[in-house]
Each structure stands twice: as C-alpha cells, then as structure tokens.
C-alpha cells in the first residue's frame, strides 16, 4: 500500500473521526438510530471526499490508507441509510454493490456458474444504477459520490458481462450438461461441509458423473454427426473438479476432519455461518443493518488469508480441506448480500410496529384461510391490537422519539390498512354465516308446520268414512 502523501494527511485525519463517531454510534444500542445524525456524518463525509477530489487528479489510481479508511467509512454509512430505511436512496447502494463485487469475484474465480446465476446480478445492478442516477438527477449528491457509486457499478457489471462472454463458447450440445456439472459440484461442496459420513449421499452423484463421462468419446464430447462442439475443456475440467470433490470427500470420510492447521479458519467460518442463517431467519426482529460490518470484516480478514486463492499452513503448504472453507467462505458472502437485498424501507424505530402488523395480517389470512365457525369475540384480540398501533399516530402518521417523522410510513400504513380490510372481510364472512343459520332455521320451521299439517289430514281420514262394522254373533 502505498504512503500518504503530506497534502492528503488532513483528509486522512477528518474521515478517522468521521469513522470513530460512525464505530460509537454502531455500538450505541440503548436508542433508535436518528436519521438527523446518520445525516449530519454524510455530510461530514462528503466534506473530505470534496478535499480529496481537489487534490488528486481523475487519471491516477490512487490505493492508500485514505481510499481503505475511506471504504470503510462509506460501508458503514451505507448500512446506517438501510437501517434508518432509506433503502432507496443513493448511500444505502455502496455496501450492496460491494457485497456483490465479492461474491462475483469468488464466482469468476471458481468458474462455476451458469447463465441463471447472473441474471439476479444483472437485475439488482441496474436497480442501483436507477437509484444513484435518480438522485443525481434530484441533486441530492455530489458529483464526487456519484461518479464513486456509478464507477463500482459498472467494475460489477464489466465482470457480469465477461462471466457472461466466456458462457457464450458453449454450443447447443453442451450447455445443458455444463449446467447440470456446475449443480452437482455445488451439492457436492455443500455435502463436504457437513459432518458424519457420506457413503450414501455420494452415491447418485457418482452414478451421474460416470454417465455423463461416459459421453466422451477419447475424452471429448462429441456432436451431432461426431463433430466436437467448443468448450470442451471447460466442460471436462468442471467434471474431473466433480470427481476430485467426491475423492476428497471419501478421503474426509476416513479422516473425519478438516487439517488440523486449518481448523481454526474452518471453526470461525462455521461460527459466522450459524450466526448469518440465525439471522437470515429472525432478521426482521434481531437485526440492525450495521451489524453487519463486522461479519463483512471478519469475511475479508479470512479472504486475505489466501494464497492463489488457496489457504495455506505454516510450511506455505496446501493442506486438506480446501473445498470446505471456500464453500463456507462463499456461503457467508451470499448469507451477507442476502440480508442486505432483503432489508425493507423502514425505519429502526417503526420496525417493531411493522413486525406486529405482518404477524397481525399472517394470523388474520390464516383465519380466512380455513374459516370459521367463530364468533365476534374471536376477532377480539386483532382488533385490540390494530386499535393499539392506531392510537400511536399523530395526524395520521407514526412520531419518532425526537419529533421527526421515521422512515417507512407508506409500508407501515399499507400493513395496516391490509389488516383493516381483513377485519371487514371476516366480519362479512360471520354475517353471512349468520344469515344461512337464520334460513336453516325457517325452514326447519317451515317443514314442522308441514308435517303438523299433514299428521293432522291423516288424522282426519283415520275418523272419517263407515263405521266399523259390529261382529257377526255365531
């Protein structure tokens, strides 16, 4: 890394206090996150980023201690936007974009992926690009962040776009089997990470891989008429990777562990994994966005741990288990990106009110799923409920604790109002419960007077006509 030049020192020393204040207020949990001080360090931010822009030219790349703090800085930042729910504006972009960076440059060097794979990437990078062009264009950011944001986007789609280049070699014959190898070798790695024995779980796997190897003709495969279609190397080699994974598999098997030199990687990766999936489930109640920074930094800190994309032991050799870790690695990468795509427009401080009402509308929706019978007190609790949240709204919006109005008002008053309707749908299903019992009921009555009526004719035919007559004396 390369020193700090004596007219960026300033810089240097203004964006470590901007990130000193960013680190005390992550940590600060005993109040809501205020979009006025997440605010007034933007600012701050874009201060320095001014100074910077100043003093350096556009042609140079720079790659000092400023641009490292400076990341950081920004990665923060970002996360406090989604937090505070400002998901859809342009700060809240910079960790999405620098989350898929990492999980593209894991998948570009793997060689791994099939056309379906990028099509997520390709979708969510133009989303970002609306984004950061849009405040642009309103004026809400400065040349300088733009041109940041807008230049790591398109380093993201320069990389979609050659990963979709080198997919384009496949010919018609070979593309659905190079597909197909790409899935086994994920379900392969995958099995790998798990622990216990494999024996039977490797099996169906290994009858497919000798199928399709058995579609190789002198280790080609071959095309309509015999012809040999391109990408043939990158077909073979994606298969012989398959069957590498399944001999390293069995040898773990029999060795039942990770190497011993690389278990403490393989112990913090599983940590952090069972506490991104914990996450991913209960995300909507337990997480803040900023939580995050530190799994991404703990990601990184392991990622630079590698040599040729290889982890090494103390003797710079290559031990056992490799597969594992970069399937654990890799597995965290996406965890990460996916609780940062998945997090809503709502503010910290209105997360609760908006939980309440997803849960209020998941119980009413089951209600109406299955119907009744029940009654008016049935929808008792429910009401009591939306009657609470209604009651918190000043003029019809939700208050922050400091006065100002919280992000996500549209998505909490959208739940509610949804919770509202499905009231009045289970009340209209009651009444016209009632109304059928009502007409049961009449003609229940109905068919009694019916069968009076007609007890009573017969009756009268029973007394009307001859007498009897009396028995013949003998």
């Given at each position: 890394?390369?020193?700090?030049?004596?007219?960026?020192?300033?810089?240097?020393?203004?964006?470590?206090?901007?990130?000193?204040?960013?680190?005390?207020?992550?940590?600060?949990?005993?109040?809501?996150?205020?979009?006025s001080d997440v605010n007034s360090l933007y600012k701050d931010v874009v201060k320095q980023v001014t100074k910077?822009?100043?003093?350096?030219?556009?042609?140079?790349?720079?790659?000092n201690r400023v641009d490292t703090t400076l990341a950081d800085v920004f990665s923060l930042l970002s996360l406090?936007?989604?937090?505070?729910?400002?998901?859809?504006?342009?700060?809240?972009?910079?960790?999405?974009?620098?989350?898929?960076?990492?999980?593209?440059?894991?998948?570009?060097?793997?060689?791994?992926?099939?056309?379906?794979?990028?099509?997520?990437?390709?979708?969510?990078?133009?989303?970002?690009?609306?984004?950061?062009?849009l405040d642009s264009q309103q004026g809400k950011n400065p040349n300088a962040v733009t041109r940041l944001l807008?230049?790591?986007?398109?380093?993201?789609?320069?990389?979609?776009?050659?990963?979709?280049?080198?997919?384009?070699?496949?010919?018609?014959?070979?593309?659905?089997?190079?597909?197909?190898?790409?899935?086994?070798?994920?379900?392969?790695?995958?099995?790998?990470?798990?622990?216990?024995?494999?024996?039977?779980?490797?099996?169906?796997?290994?009858?497919?891989?000798?199928?399709?190897?058995?579609?190789?003709?002198?280790?080609?495969?071959?095309?309509?008429?015999?012809?040999?279609?391109?990408?043939?190397?990158?077909?073979?080699?994606?298969?012989?990777?398959?069957?590498?994974?399944?001999?390293?598999?069995?040898?773990?098997?029999?060795?039942?562990?990770?190497?011993?030199?690389?278990?403490?990687?393989?112990?913090?990766?599983?940590?952090?994994?069972?506490?991104?999936?914990?996450?991913?489930?209960?995300?909507?109640?337990?997480?803040?966005?900023?939580?995050?920074?530190?799994?991404?930094?703990?990601?990184?800190?392991?990622?630079?741990?590698?040599?040729?994309?290889?982890?090494?032991?103390?003797?710079?050799?290559?031990?056992?288990?490799?597969?594992?870790?970069?399937?654990?690695?890799?597995?965290?990468?996406?965890?990460?990106?996916?609780?940062?795509?998945?997090?809503?427009?709502?503010?910290?401080?209105?997360?609760?009110?908006?939980?309440?009402?997803?849960?209020?509308?998941?119980?009413?929706?089951?209600?109406?799923?299955?119907?009744?019978?029940?009654?008016?007190?049935?929808?008792?609790?429910?009401?009591?409920?939306?009657?609470?949240?209604?009651?918190?709204?000043?003029?019809?919006?939700?208050?922050?604790?400091?006065?100002?109005?919280?992000?996500?008002?549209?998505?909490?008053?959208?739940?509610?109002?949804?919770?509202?309707?499905?009231?009045?749908?289970?009340?209209?299903?009651?009444?016209?419960?009632?109304?059928?019992?009502?007409?049961?009921?009449?003609?229940?009555?109905?068919?009694?007077?019916?069968?009076?009526?007609?007890?009573?004719?017969?009756?009268?035919?029973?007394?009307?006509?001859?007498?009897?007559?009396?028995?013949?004396?003998?």
């Amino acid at each position: 890394m390369a020193a700090v030049p004596p007219e960026e020192l300033p810089v240097l020393e203004g964006v470590i206090s901007i990130r000193n204040r960013l680190y005390a207020l992550k940590k600060d949990r005993g109040e809501f996150i205020k979009a006025s001080d997440v605010n007034s360090l933007y600012k701050d931010v874009v201060k320095q980023v001014t100074k910077l822009n100043d003093v350096r030219d556009d042609e140079t790349l720079y790659n000092n201690r400023v641009d490292t703090t400076l990341a950081d800085v920004f990665s923060l930042l970002s996360l406090f936007y989604l937090t505070i729910g400002r998901t859809k504006e342009a700060p809240a972009t910079y960790s999405q974009i620098a989350s898929m960076r990492q999980i593209l440059s894991h998948m570009n060097e793997s060689n791994q992926y099939n056309e379906s794979d990028l099509v997520p990437f390709t979708k969510r990078l133009a989303a970002l690009r609306n984004i950061v062009q849009l405040d642009s264009q309103q004026g809400k950011n400065p040349n300088a962040v733009t041109r940041l944001l807008l230049r790591q986007i398109n380093d993201c789609e320069i990389t979609v776009k050659s990963m979709q280049e080198s997919l384009s070699v496949f010919s018609p014959e070979l593309a659905p089997i190079h597909e197909r190898l790409v899935q086994i070798r994920r379900q392969l790695v995958a099995l790998a990470s798990k622990e216990g024995s494999h024996k039977t779980e490797l099996k169906p796997f290994q009858e497919e891989l000798r199928k399709i190897d058995s579609r190789r003709v002198d280790g080609k495969f071959l095309g309509p008429g015999g012809s040999v279609p391109a990408a043939q190397a990158l077909c073979s080699s994606t298969l012989e990777e398959c069957f590498e994974i399944i001999h390293q598999i069995q040898a773990d098997d029999e060795s039942k562990n990770v190497a011993e030199s690389l278990k403490p990687i393989y112990d913090r990766l599983s940590t952090l994994r069972v506490e991104l999936e914990g996450l991913v489930l209960t995300h909507r109640w337990a997480l803040r966005e900023t939580d995050l920074f530190n799994y991404t930094l703990s990601l990184q800190e392991v990622d630079k741990m590698r040599v040729d994309g290889k982890f090494l032991d103390a003797e710079g050799n290559k031990p056992s288990g490799q597969f594992v870790l970069l399937y654990l690695l890799r597995r965290c990468y996406g965890l990460v990106y996916r609780l940062l795509s998945s997090s809503e427009p709502v503010s910290e401080e209105l997360m609760p009110i908006a939980n309440k009402l997803n849960t209020v509308k998941k119980c009413l929706n089951e209600v109406l799923k299955y119907g009744g019978p029940f009654n008016p007190p049935d929808l008792y609790p429910y009401q009591l409920a939306l009657f609470q949240i209604d009651s918190m709204r000043k003029d019809g919006k939700f208050i922050g604790a400091d006065g100002n109005i919280p992000e996500g008002q549209g998505v909490v008053m959208a739940h509610l109002n949804e919770c509202h309707e499905l009231i009045e749908m289970l009340k209209e299903a009651m009444d016209e419960d009632e109304d059928e019992d009502e007409d049961e009921e009449y003609d229940d009555d109905e068919d009694d007077v019916d069968e009076g009526q007609n007890s009573g004719d017969e009756d009268k035919e029973g007394h009307s006509g001859e007498p009897p007559h009396p028995k013949s004396e003998s």
